[in-house]
């Protein structure tokens, strides 16, 4: 299927008055959530270069296309995790070497956060190596670091393990902004990769979420030997989510010896792109993020992944991502290649929730198919 643009339809609506992606763009303000498999095995299987001009178009309608989100990570607890995710290199069941590390003080947090958002980042995210989170002293202290590290003027993501309803929303009573949750791929193939919860316990926890202000991060990685169907069904759980998630990390694997995946072949550029540009037609509004994998890419396979709908990047400041088992570029490099693409980084944002006025994408058989 080839789908093309309906712009007959498009409304010039401000998305929001706060400081939006947009900057105040015009904006097209209606996303749906009632997409079928075959609609978006239709589009995923599009010819690649149909399939990323049309990601271009919706991109360009929803998004500033000249800004990308910066974000880095911080790894506040490192290593020693009793889940068997078998991509990561901080689960105990896997032997990546990686050396466990207790919670950081709020201080050395608010240190590395300071140089983060010295560099550019807009958003900072802070990940521990939990199965869940505890009511404990840590969580006390990972409110403390939640609430001053938003005082820097970033906004502030968590990536802690799976949370209860009150915990949600004591992060939100400390101004989380965002809290990252993925489903890391297909429902019927997420107990091949993690044994230790279930797919449905991801779904609780996000569900726990949407009781709260806090946005939602939640995307999945590619790479670890699903099929295609797999990554239709990844992209029809997050684009059927309702309302989608604020922002959608795409991680290509990153292989790490000593996990069951490190031996994983490379993912040919082409899927990836296919995947983004999917994303970024069946969820418009929400921010694409080119994260773990990216090292891998040419300069030129980057430009292509912007071209395909990406607004967002993960940099960092040490050349790594968590840990040093999964590398990341620098912000140094970073910026260079956004100034070469003639992009910017956002300096902090938020998104209010869009109102709704439908808009559409037009099939080559003639179809409207609405977005
Ligand atoms: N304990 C938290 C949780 O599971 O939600 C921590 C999150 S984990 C470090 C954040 C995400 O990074 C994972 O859900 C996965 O999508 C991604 N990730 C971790 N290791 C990766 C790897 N080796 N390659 C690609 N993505 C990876
Ligand atoms: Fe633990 Fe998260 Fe790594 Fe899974 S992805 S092993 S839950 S740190």
Same mark, same amino acid.
């Given at each position: 299927?080839?789908?093309?643009?309906?712009?007959?339809?498009?409304?010039?609506?401000? =998305? =929001?008055?706060?400081?939006?992606?947009?900057?105040?763009?015009?904006?097209?303000?209606?996303?749906?959530?009632?997409?079928?498999?075959?609609?978006?095995? @239709?589009?995923?299987? $599009?010819?690649?270069? +149909?399939?990323?001009?049309?990601?271009?178009?919706?991109?360009?309608?929803?998004?500033?296309?000249?800004?990308?989100?910066?974000?880095?990570?911080?790894?506040?607890? &490192?290593?020693?995790?009793?889940?068997?995710?078998?991509?990561?290199?901080?689960?105990?069941?896997?032997?990546? #070497?990686?050396?466990?590390?207790?919670?950081?003080?709020?201080?050395?947090?608010?240190?590395?956060?300071?140089?983060?958002?010295?560099?550019?980042?807009?958003?900072? =995210?802070?990940?521990?190596?939990?199965?869940?989170?505890?009511?404990?002293?840590?969580?006390?202290?990972?409110?403390?670091?939640?609430?001053?590290?938003?005082?820097? #003027?970033?906004?502030?993501?968590?990536?802690?393990?799976?949370? $209860?309803?009150?915990?949600?929303?004591?992060? +939100?009573?400390?101004?989380?902004? %965002? /809290?990252?949750?993925?489903?890391?791929?297909?429902?019927? /193939? /997420?107990?091949?990769?993690?044994?230790?919860?279930? /797919?449905? @316990?991801?779904?609780?926890?996000?569900?726990?979420?949407?009781?709260?202000?806090? &946005?939602?991060? =939640?995307?999945?990685?590619?790479?670890?030997?699903?099929?295609?169907?797999?990554?239709?069904?990844?992209?029809? %759980?997050?684009?059927?989510?309702?309302?989608?998630?604020?922002?959608?990390?795409?991680?290509?694997?990153?292989?790490?010896?000593?996990?069951?995946?490190?031996?994983?072949?490379?993912?040919?550029?082409?899927?990836?792109?296919?995947?983004?540009?999917?994303?970024?037609?069946?969820?418009?509004?929400?921010?694409?993020?080119? %994260?773990?994998?990216?090292?891998?890419?040419?300069?030129?396979?980057? %430009?292509?992944?912007?071209?395909?709908?990406?607004?967002?990047?993960?940099?960092?400041?040490?050349?790594?991502?968590? &840990?040093?088992?999964?590398?990341? &570029?620098?912000?140094?490099?970073?910026?260079?290649?956004?100034?070469?693409?003639?992009?910017?980084?956002?300096?902090?944002?938020?998104?209010?929730?869009?109102?709704?006025?439908?808009?559409?994408?037009?099939?080559?058989?003639?179809?409207?198919?609405?977005?």
């Amino acid at each position: 299927m080839t789908v093309f643009v309906d712009s007959d339809r498009l409304s010039e609506t401000r =998305c =929001c008055d706060r400081s939006c992606p947009t900057e105040g763009l015009p904006m097209t303000t209606h996303s749906r959530s009632d997409w079928t498999i075959a609609q978006v095995e @239709e589009i995923f299987n $599009t010819p690649l270069l +149909d399939l990323i001009a049309q990601a271009q178009q919706i991109h360009r309608l929803y998004h500033d296309p000249h800004i990308v989100r910066v974000n880095q990570l911080i790894s506040i607890k &490192t290593g020693g995790c009793p889940e068997d995710c078998a991509y990561c290199s901080q689960s105990v069941h896997n032997d990546s #070497g990686v050396r466990p590390k207790p919670l950081m003080s709020t201080a050395e947090v608010v240190a590395i956060a300071t140089r983060a958002r010295d560099n550019g980042a807009s958003r900072v =995210c802070l990940g521990a190596a939990w199965r869940e989170v505890r009511d404990n002293r840590q969580f006390e202290r990972v409110l403390d670091i939640v609430a001053e590290v938003t005082a820097l #003027g970033v906004e502030v993501c968590c990536t802690l393990g799976m949370l $209860t309803a009150e915990q949600a929303n004591r992060l +939100d009573q400390a101004g989380l902004y %965002a /809290y990252n949750h993925n489903i890391d791929t297909s429902p019927e /193939y /997420y107990e091949t990769i993690i044994t230790t919860r279930t /797919y449905q @316990e991801r779904i609780d926890t996000i569900e726990h979420l949407r009781g709260t202000n806090i &946005t939602l991060c =939640c995307g999945g990685i590619i790479g670890m030997g699903e099929s295609m169907a797999d990554r239709i069904a990844f992209l029809h %759980a997050l684009a059927t989510m309702e309302p989608h998630p604020d922002s959608v990390p795409i991680n290509v694997l990153s292989k790490v010896e000593g996990t069951p995946l490190g031996d994983q072949p490379d993912v040919p550029i082409d899927e990836t792109v296919r995947v983004i540009a999917t994303a970024r037609i069946l969820m418009p509004h929400s921010v694409v993020r080119l %994260a773990a994998g990216r090292h891998l890419l040419s300069f030129s396979d980057q %430009a292509l992944c912007f071209m395909a709908g990406v607004n967002s990047i993960f940099s960092s400041e040490n050349n790594f991502m968590l &840990t040093e088992a999964v590398p990341c &570029t620098d912000h140094r490099s970073d910026r260079h290649l956004l100034e070469t693409l003639g992009l910017r980084a956002k300096v902090p944002a938020g998104a209010t929730p869009p109102s709704k006025v439908p808009v559409s994408i037009r099939t080559s058989d003639g179809a409207t198919l609405p977005v």
